[in-house]
């Protein structure tokens, strides 16, 4: 093995073991998730008063999904002259005026729903849901995004949680308009659902520190104003006021089986946009508020359970420093007997994958009959996991090194069923240089695919399928989707 083998074997290494063990986390929360799944939460009888509850809708050029969403907030079976609806628009275009009117239509029924224009954009979603809470007459604070249509019985499953004083946030689950539309999208919300089912459900239940998922949950407004409000300094607002809340006492619950069901971006440039905001904003609300936690007096499992939390996207960066530098590794392998390689690479490649695979595979189970029948796209979801990684190490670094942009928004178009097209409406996103390098590092790996073949190292081969297979799918997609679209909108969601 030559020196530079040798030197760049070192950071690889390195890599390959912390991602191991971020990889092994997922592992720990399955086993955290079914050794308190008697500690979750219960139904609670209705209270005997309903209090006051200010749905807020922040929105920005929405005009496909504005009225979809006013109309069923409006809905909601709750004592009408309990509830408030604000609808928070920093809209430049027509979905002001689809947003008024429809507004209007629902005073003339009856609903107490006011239309909120601010004369600034300052903070963003952030800045938007302030500005309500000035004029909101509501004890809780409900919010949901342009692309929820939340179901009508939500806020009685959810109010009577708030019996506990000590409850600040109650979070409900996704739920998925469009789950069938594509592999894009089957594979996003098996993501998405091992978020909920297994990281909310296994924090909740042990007393552990989760977040607000920045829509489909109702705050306690003290608890907003007691842990210093909404503030804008990173890009997930929603992760940092759910820190800075817990800190301050107040406990969160996640109900399961309150589903608020959502539009799943179906354009990859979109997701990978949404991708890059939220690992960029966990990495910024951990440089933020970890040093707080670290020296808190809170028990030692919740300070190592939150970092694990706030910095999970850093698996990302180890993830594309593995790709790249995955080279001397396979070169060093040449050197090596083949039960060298098998005691080496087999227990690697199955640590990796298994601890994955249990934690989406446990995640169907507890939430659909028909989980076995999600198992097989187990693959691509790794594969598309491993993809997206150069896209969400940039943003990492860029957090990493205090790097600001702008606030990119998620495009929503509408798109509930797979006779609906995203082709041709006015909200795009526009692809950037990355997929070039994607689509470069497939062929690297295609390389790398071949050169094991001719010197009979097979072990590594479907870990490189993986890698070469999720870089190609990103980054065709993204230049194949992107062709027409438009730059980047510096917005919120």
């Given at each position: 093995?030559?020196?530079?083998?040798?030197?760049?074997?070192?950071?690889?290494?390195?890599?390959?073991?912390?991602?191991?063990?971020?990889g092994?986390h997922?592992?720990?929360?399955?086993?955290?998730?079914?050794?308190?799944?008697?500690?979750?939460?219960?139904?609670?009888?209705?209270?005997?008063?309903?209090?006051?509850?200010?749905?807020?809708?922040?929105?920005?050029?929405?005009?496909?999904?504005?009225?979809?969403?006013?109309?069923?907030?409006?809905?909601?079976?709750?004592?009408?002259?309990?509830?408030?609806?604000?609808?928070?628009?920093?809209s430049?275009?027509?979905?002001?005026?689809?947003?008024?009117?429809?507004?209007?239509?629902?005073?003339?029924?009856?609903?107490?729903?006011?239309?909120?224009?601010?004369?600034?954009?300052?903070?963003?979603?952030?800045?938007?849901?302030?500005?309500?809470?000035?004029?909101?007459?509501?004890?809780?604070?409900?919010?949901?995004?342009?692309?929820?249509?939340?179901?009508?019985?939500?806020?009685?499953?959810?109010?009577?949680?708030?019996?506990?004083?000590?409850?600040?946030?109650?979070?409900?689950?996704?739920?998925?308009?469009?789950?069938?539309?594509?592999?894009?999208?089957?594979?996003?919300?098996?993501?998405?659902?091992?978020?909920?089912?297994?990281?909310?459900?296994?924090?909740?239940?042990s007393?552990?520190?989760?977040?607000?998922?920045?829509?489909?949950?109702?705050?306690?407004?003290r608890?907003?104003?007691?842990?210093?409000?909404?503030?804008?300094?990173?890009?997930?607002?929603?992760?940092?006021?759910?820190?800075?809340?817990?800190?301050?006492?107040?406990?969160?619950?996640?109900?399961?089986?309150?589903?608020a069901?959502?539009?799943?971006?179906?354009?990859?440039?979109?997701?990978?946009?949404?991708?890059?905001?939220?690992?960029?904003?966990?990495?910024?609300?951990?440089?933020?508020?970890?040093?707080?936690?670290?020296?808190?007096?809170?028990?030692?499992?919740?300070?190592?359970?939150?970092?694990?939390?706030?910095?999970?996207?850093?698996?990302?960066?180890?993830?594309?420093?593995?790709?790249?530098?995955?080279?001397?590794?396979?070169?060093?392998?040449?050197?090596?007997?083949?039960?060298?390689?098998?005691?080496?690479?087999l227990?690697?490649f199955?640590?990796?994958?298994?601890?994955?695979?249990?934690?989406?595979?446990?995640?169907?189970?507890?939430?659909?009959?028909?989980?076995?029948?999600q198992?097989?796209?187990?693959?691509?979801?790794?594969?598309?996991?491993?993809?997206?990684?150069?896209?969400?190490?940039?943003?990492?670094?860029?957090?990493?090194?205090?790097?600001?942009?702008?606030?990119?928004?998620?495009?929503?178009?509408?798109?509930?069923?797979?006779?609906?097209?995203?082709?041709?409406?006015?909200?795009?996103?526009g692809?950037?240089?990355?997929?070039?390098?994607?689509?470069?590092?497939?062929?690297?790996?295609?390389?790398?695919?071949?050169?094991?073949?001719?010197?009979?190292?097979?072990?590594?081969?479907?870990?490189?399928?993986?890698?070469?297979?999720?870089?190609?799918?990103v980054?065709?997609?993204?230049?194949?989707?992107?062709?027409?679209?438009?730059?980047?909108?510096?917005?919120?969601?």
């Open positions: 093995m030559s020196w530079w083998q040798s030197i760049l074997l070192i950071p690889y290494c390195i890599a390959l073991g912390i991602s191991i063990i971020y092994s997922r592992y720990f929360i399955v086993r955290l998730y079914y050794r308190n799944r008697r500690h979750g939460p219960t139904a609670q009888p209705p209270p005997d008063n309903w209090p006051t509850v200010t749905v807020q809708l922040p929105i920005y050029n929405e005009r496909y999904v504005v009225e979809r969403l006013i109309r069923s907030v409006a809905g909601l079976d709750y004592p009408k002259d309990r509830l408030e609806i604000q609808v928070l628009d920093d430049t275009d027509d979905t002001t005026g689809i947003a008024g009117a429809c507004v209007e239509a629902l005073r003339d029924e009856g609903c107490a729903v006011t239309h909120v224009r601010r004369g600034t954009r300052e903070g963003f979603k952030a800045g938007a849901l302030t500005e309500g809470l000035r004029t909101a007459r509501g004890e809780f604070i409900a919010v949901f995004d342009a692309d929820f249509v939340p179901p009508p019985d939500l806020l009685r499953r959810v109010i009577p949680h708030f019996a506990d004083r000590t409850v600040g946030m109650v979070q409900t689950r996704w739920g998925h308009l469009n789950r069938d539309y594509s592999l894009l999208t089957k594979v996003q919300a098996i993501f998405l659902d091992g978020h909920f089912v297994m990281e909310h459900g296994a924090r909740c239940r007393g552990l520190f989760f977040n607000f998922n920045g829509t489909a949950g109702v705050w306690r407004r608890c907003i104003e007691d842990a210093g409000g909404w503030q804008h300094d990173t890009l997930t607002e929603d992760l940092d006021l759910s820190y800075r809340a817990q800190l301050a006492g107040w406990r969160f619950v996640f109900l399961p089986d309150v589903v069901p959502a539009e799943l971006p179906v354009e990859i440039n979109a997701w990978k946009t949404q991708q890059h905001r939220w690992a960029k904003g966990s990495i910024q609300t951990a440089r933020k508020l970890l040093p707080r936690i670290l020296r808190s007096e809170l028990p030692f499992r919740v300070k190592a359970e939150s970092f694990f939390h706030l910095t999970g996207n850093l698996s990302y960066l180890l993830m594309a420093l593995v790709a790249v530098l995955i080279f001397p590794a396979i070169l060093a392998r040449t050197h090596m007997g083949w039960y060298r390689v098998l005691l080496v690479d227990p690697l199955a640590m990796a994958t298994f601890a994955v695979s249990s934690f989406y595979i446990y995640s169907q189970r507890e939430i659909s009959p028909a989980w076995r029948s198992i097989k796209y187990l693959p691509c979801l790794m594969s598309i996991g491993m993809g997206i990684s150069l896209n969400n190490a940039r943003a990492v670094l860029e957090a990493l090194v205090g790097h600001r942009t702008e606030f990119y928004r998620t495009p929503k178009c509408r798109i509930e069923g797979r006779a609906d097209t995203w082709r041709g409406k006015r909200y795009r996103t692809s950037t240089w990355t997929p070039l390098i994607e689509l470069a590092l497939s062929a690297y790996f295609a390389g790398l695919i071949g050169f094991c073949i001719r010197h009979d190292i097979y072990f590594p081969i479907p870990f490189l399928l993986m890698f070469g297979f999720g870089f190609l799918y980054g065709a997609l993204s230049i194949w989707q992107g062709k027409g679209g438009v730059p980047r909108e510096k917005i919120h969601e």
